[in-house]
C-alpha cells in the first residue's frame, strides 16, 4: 500500500489547498481500485508525518473524503476504504442501466409484484380514480451483490400491455421491460429528498437504524403524456449519490 500511497504528490506552490490536494489524489486511487474496498490506511499521524503535512491538514483530507462516503473511520479499526459509491447523473433513466453502464453487476430482488387499489397520490400522480387497480412493484436493488436501493413503484398500464413478472423483473430494469411491452416513457417529474431510515429498511438495505436515505418521487409519462408510472424509492446514502449539471441562464 505504501508504495500506492507514493503515487500522491503535494504541490506547495499550487493555491489548491493542501488537504484538498491530497484528498483528490486519494480518491482517484480509490475510484480506480488501486486501493480496493477494505483497504485498511495508517494512521492520521504517521501519513501526516509521511507527507510532510500537518496533522489537521491530513485531519480535513481524511473527514472530507469520510463525508463523500470513501473512506470510514472507526475506533479500534482504523481508517478504511468502503465500496465505491455509485454515482448518478440525474437524467430519464433507470438505477439498473446506470449500474449496468459503471460495471456495477446489478441484481434485483422481487419483494412483491400485486394489484392493489390506488389511493392518494398515488391515485393523483397517475390521474386515476381512487380505488382503481394498479400494479404495486416492490424491489430490492443491489450492485456487486450489496444492496442500494428500495424501490417501489406503482403503474397503470394501457390495455394490452405485456404482464410483468417476477422472473422478469429479478432480470432487467421496470424501464427496459416497459419499452419491450411497447410502452415508451419520455418525459417525467421528480424530486430528491431524504431521510432517516426506519427500522425495516434498516435491515433490508444493511444500515444502522436511523440512518440517512436519499429519497426519490417520480411520475413518468409515455409519448402522448399520460401518466404510467409513480415510484417511491430511497437510496443508502453512505453508498449512493445524484450528480447534475447546472447551466446559468
Keep these: 500500500m505504501d508504495a500506492i500511497l507514493r503515487r500522491i504528490t503535494i504541490d ?12 483528490e489524489q486519494l480518491e482517484q486511487l480509490i475510484e480506480s481500485g488501486a ?10 499521524v504517521a501519513m501526516a508525518d509521511q507527507f510532510g ?17 470513501l473512506l470510514s473511520r472507526r475506533r479500534g479499526v482504523g481508517t478504511e476504504v468502503l ?6 447523473r440525474v437524467q430519464f433513466t433507470s438505477l439498473y442501466e446506470d449500474l449496468e453502464r459503471a460495471r456495477r453487476h446489478p441484481r434485483t430482488e422481487v419483494l412483491a409484484l400485486r394489484t392493489v387499489p390506488a389511493r392518494g397520490e398515488v391515485a393523483a400522480a397517475l390521474r386515476v380514480e381512487e380505488g ?14 450489496e444492496p442500494i436501493a428500495l424501490l417501489r413503484n406503482h403503474l ?27 410502452t415508451a416513457l419520455s418525459t417525467a417529474d421528480q424530486t430528491i429528498g431524504a431521510r432517516r431510515a426506519t427500522a425495516a429498511e434498516a435491515g433490508l438495505l444493511h ?42 441562464r
Design 12 to 23: 506547495r506552490g499550487s493555491p489548491v489547498p493542501l488537504y484538498f490536494q491530497f484528498a
Design 35 to 44: 486501493l480496493p474496498p477494505g483497504t485498511r490506511l495508517s494512521n492520521e
Design 207 to 248: 444500515e444502522t437504524r436511523g440512518a440517512t436515505l436519499l429519497t426519490l418521487v417520480r411520475t413518468a409519462y409515455d409519448d402522448a403524456g399520460r401518466p404510467v408510472e409513480y415510484g417511491s424509492h430511497v437510496y443508502r446514502a453512505s453508498r449512493y449519490s445524484f450528480e447534475m449539471t447546472l447551466s446559468a
Design 132 to 145: 382503481s387497480d394498479v400494479l404495486d412493484v416492490e424491489r430490492i436493488r443491489y450492485a456487486d451483490d
Design 53 to 69: 503535512l500537518s496533522r489537521p491538514t491530513m485531519r480535513q483530507a481524511m473527514q472530507h473524503l469520510v463525508n463523500k462516503g
Design 83 to 88: 465500496t465505491n459509491r455509485v454515482h448518478r
Design 156 to 182: 397503470h398500464l394501457p390495455a394490452g400491455s405485456a404482464e410483468l413478472t417476477e422472473e422478469a423483473l429479478a432480470g432487467a430494469s421496470l424501464y427496459q421491460l416497459l419499452r419491450r411491452a411497447g
